[in-house]
């Protein structure tokens, strides 16, 4: 499995296809939407109810990428492999 960095400000972990999602936890409001697009890679933690990424190859990047779009404060961050940045 992919690792996974998760600190009070950020969560963090690239794909084996080589995307790179970050949530920034500073941002999220712990409204849930992402973990309902994609339920393997994002868990809203016990303690302050915030997306961590538990498994970045758990859902399809479509699945991620809708997981991004849903989340009402942009809080989730895709880049490609190149570093690009694809979503926001
Ligand atoms: S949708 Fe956004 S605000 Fe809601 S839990 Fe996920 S990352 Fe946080």
Redesign the pocket.
């Known amino acids: 499995m992919s690792k996974v960095t998760t600190t009070d400000s950020l969560s963090q972990a690239t794909r084996q296809d080589g995307y790179q999602i970050t ?3 500073d ?9 309902i ?1 994609a339920p393997l890679t ?1 868990l ?1 933690r016990d303690s302050d ?3 961590i990424i538990s498994d970045p190859d758990g859902d399809p990047l479509e699945s991620v990428l809708e ?2 779009r ?7 961050i895709i880049k490609d492999k190149t570093g690009h940045q694809v979503f926001p």
């Open positions: 949530v920034d936890l941002k999220c409001i712990s409204a849930g939407p992402c973990s697009a994002f809203l109810g915030k997306a997981a991004a849903s989340c009402p404060i942009l809080a989730i």
